[in-house]
Structures are given as C-alpha cells and as structure tokens.
C-alpha cells in the first residue's frame, strides 16, 4: 500500500502542468484530491483528467479565493469535514515577473508577486496547520526555485518573493516541530527546489531546446509523492533539492 492511500491532500493552484501531473500522480497513489485554481474552467478540465485516469479516484475541485484568508480557512474546514481528515497541502500557486536588469526592477512586480507567492502561502499554512497537526501524516509542500537561494538581478522581486515564502515554511516547520516534542514532529512542512519546471508542450514548442537543469512535471509529482514515504522528522523544515544547488 502507498503510504498515501486514503490520504486527504488539497492542491492549491492545481491547474497548471505542475498541478495536473500532481493530481494525476496522488490520485494514482490512492489520495482523494482536493483541488483549487483561480480559473475555474481550466480547474474543471485538470480534475476530469485525473478522474478519467484514474477510474474509482476521487478527485473535486474547489475554486478558492486563496488571496482571502477567511475563504481560505473555510476552505480547510469544509475539506476536513467533508472527508473527516486532512494530510497535506501542496502549494503549486505560482506566478513570474522580471527585468532586463536590476535598475528597470518595477515594482508593480513586486505587488503581483507579494500576493501570488507570499500571500497564499501564508493563507494556505495558516489555513490548514491545525488539521495537518491533527493528521497522522500531515504535510504542508511549497515548491520553490533555485533563485531564492541565489537572486539575479534581473529577477530581485520573484526571488525575494520565494525567498519569503520559504522562511514562513520553515516557520511552520518549527510550530510541528515544538507541537511534536520529544517525540519529533507528526506533521512536516518542507520546500522542493527545482530550478525551472518543463512539461511535453513546452518541448514541443521548442524542439531543440535543452532545458538543462529543468524538471520534469512528472518527476516533481513523483518527488511530491515521494514526500509521504519518509518520516515527518526526516523532511520537516528541509529544503529538498530536484536541481542543483546554486
């Protein structure tokens, strides 16, 4: 048995190449899915897809206003008692401004950026933290990039924006490791690095790109199930790298 079967997991901006080849994978895996996106048609379409490949999964949308706390909060109650637990949240919200240089930096980036990369994450964390405290194997996945750890200059907004949703992960990582005690944390908040994500369409827009150092949607799923098959202890408040370290 997976360590996912029968697991309650919520997507958070699941309609996306990286969401869809996540619900696709937790549904494989024997998680009932619960996803949610901005855009409601493109959800519909990410969730019948999962559905559809995986016969017998249960797979639902939510659309939810993530950039509203209490919508958010409401989000995680009605999922839980719906379905009488909650074991994750994966935060696949994304979302990329830059510039040529660091002096045309425009800060209008930033205010994009704040709410689509900081603002849900801190909404979907304190949102869900007391259920995945409740779970048995709760975990909270912020997928993050190689440039939060090493900004350019052209990209000051969206890495300072990754760099701050890494810290509040962490953060939540040392509110499940003080709830474990001596006994180690129950629930995990960890943070996969990849450098850039490629899914089939983009090579076939581009043929001969390389992509070098990019990953795969499919193996970022592959690697977000595979957070479940380790201890909370192991994963909790680690940065787990799908690239190479800058």
Do not use: C
């Not at 949240?89 to 980036?109: I, N, P």
């Not at 150092?213 to 940065?239: C, H, Q, S, Y």
């Amino acid at each position: 048995m997976s360590a996912l079967d029968g697991a309650v997991v919520a997507v958070a901006g699941a309609a996306g190449p990286a969401g869809r080849a996540t619900l696709l994978r937790l549904a494989e895996a024997g998680a009932t899915v619960v996803a949610s996106d901005a855009d409601p048609a493109r959800l519909a379409e990410a969730v019948d897809a999962a559905r559809y490949a995986h016969g017998g999964a249960t797979v639902i949308g939510d659309t939810v206003d993530l950039l509203d706390l209490d919508a958010t909060r409401a989000w995680a109650t009605r999922t839980e008692k719906e379905f009488g637990r909650i074991d994750g949240l994966v935060h696949l919200v994304g979302g990329w401004r830059g510039s040529k240089s660091f002096a045309e930096t425009d800060l209008a980036d930033w205010d994009l950026l704040e709410k689509l990369l900081i603002r849900t994450v801190q909404h979907t964390s304190l949102a869900f933290e007391e259920g995945l405290r409740r779970s048995d194997r709760g975990r909270y996945l912020l997928i993050s990039a190689a440039g939060a750890s090493k900004p350019t200059a052209g990209n000051a907004a969206y890495s300072a924006s990754k760099a701050a949703a890494e810290a509040w992960t962490l953060a939540l990582a040392d509110a499940f490791r003080k709830a474990g005690g001596e006994d180690g944390p129950r629930a995990a908040a960890a943070i996969l690095v990849v450098k850039a994500l490629v899914h089939d369409a983009m090579r076939a827009e581009r043929p001969n790109a390389k992509f070098a150092g990019f990953t795969d949607v499919k193996e970022l799923a592959e690697a977000i199930a595979g957070v479940w098959e380790k201890p909370a202890g192991e994963v909790n408040g680690n940065r787990l790298w799908l690239t190479e370290k800058p």
